[in-house]
């Protein structure tokens, strides 16, 4: 498996994907991605924190360095041979890259996500959901590979391809190299992440939130999806939770590029995502700005989270 005296963990990305024999063209669209983050972390580092002018199909103000991210991105996509069909946050549409699906794979991805917290100096992250073919409107459970990039005190780049879990560190070499293999979550946690507005909370959410804050559950919000998903991931226990709200049935975070590869990542780590009443991943996306409401961690924090809601709305 590794040369004599090579630790497995100095393995890079593309030879870990080729060591667990993934597709050809599934190891070059994510050595692409992996590639692209390289500059993104460069120009968070020094890049322009202003706003770009513009704003983006939700209406919100669009950072320079959103549509930085977003052009960064798209033309490692565009250049890398295997790409029928991309979407991001940052466009008002379905970008086609490549007439024929066969062989090909079509992306969404939230080029920069949180983008908000850089000019707090809060980490931030890139989130990639990866399908077979031209058509993004799939149940998430259809997705080929999912990962993030975590723009954190360290680069960390976070995949599965429905066979685990694993965790790359960025070198000084700006090389990914192996640092977990199969990353699990616990049944249940003591951390959450509650977002959205507490006071606009339903009867259920509220009582979820109650019941975790008195077994002695510890509160944990950055703000940033990557950051507090990737937390519950690498300890292996929390919830996290961006619920439906009075007046926002459908939560916040967006299903497409937000909600199935971190449902994706979760389910193949042991644990679980759900709207609080069906699996994330059971949802079948009908337009690119598709939201839903989530509770995604520990899988018996989820249930519980469902149960609650079920009953009380
Ligand atoms: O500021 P709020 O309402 O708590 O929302 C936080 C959520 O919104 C987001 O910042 C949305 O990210 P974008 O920057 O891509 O819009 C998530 O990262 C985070 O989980
Ligand atoms: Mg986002
Ligand atoms: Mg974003």
């Known amino acids: ?7 497995r963990f100095q393995i890079d990305l ?14 070059r669209l994510i050595c692409e991605i992996a590639e692209a983050s ?15 002018g513009t704003s983006n199909l939700y209406g919100e103000q669009q950072l320079a360095l959103d549509v930085l991210a ?16 991309i979407v991001s946050e940052e466009t008002d549409d379905i970008i086609p890259v490549s007439p024929d699906c066969e062989g090909k794979f079509s ?24 399908y077979a073919g031209c058509n993004l409107f799939q149940s998430g459970r259809n997705q080929v590979a999912a990962l993030y990039i975590l723009y954190g005190p360290r680069t960390t780049l976070v995949y599965s391809t429905g066979r685990g879990v694993h965790e790359f560190a960025m070198n000084q070499l700006m090389e990914y190299t192996l640092v977990r293999e ?3 979550v616990a049944p249940s ?11 606009l909370y339903s009867a ?9 804050e008195e077994n002695g559950a510890k509160l944990r919000y950055s703000g940033g999806f990557v950051p507090d998903i990737n937390q519950i991931l690498m300890k292996g226990k929390g919830v996290f939770l961006y619920p439906h709200l009075q007046g926002q049935p459908e939560g916040k975070l967006r299903l497409l590029y937000e909600l199935n590869p971190m449902a994706f990542l979760m389910e193949q780590a042991g644990g679980a995502a759900s709207t609080g009443r069906v699996p994330i991943l059971d949802l079948v996306p009908t337009k690119i700005d598709d939201r839903a409401p989530v509770f995604i961690g520990c899988r018996e924090d989820v249930a519980r989270a469902e149960s609650l809601v079920a009953a009380q709305g």
């Open 1 to 7: 498996m590794s040369e004599p005296g090579k630790t």
């Open 14 to 27: 593309r030879r870990y994907l080729r060591e667990q024999e993934e597709d050809r063209d599934l190891i």
């Open 38 to 52: 390289k500059y993104i972390v460069n120009s968070i580092r020094t890049g322009d924190l202003g706003v770009a």
């Open 70 to 85: 977003d052009r960064i991105l798209r033309k490692r996509l565009f250049h890398s041979g295997v790409v029928a069909n």
């Open 107 to 130: 992306v969404a991805y939230d080029p920069l996500d949180g983008s908000s917290l850089v000019d707090v100096n809060l980490a931030v992250g890139t989130i990639v959901s990866i």
């Open 182 to 184: 199969n990353v699990r």
């Open 189 to 199: 946690g003591s951390i959450y992440s509650p977002g959205g507005q507490r006071n």
């Open 204 to 212: 259920g959410t509220e009582s979820f939130v109650r019941q975790l």
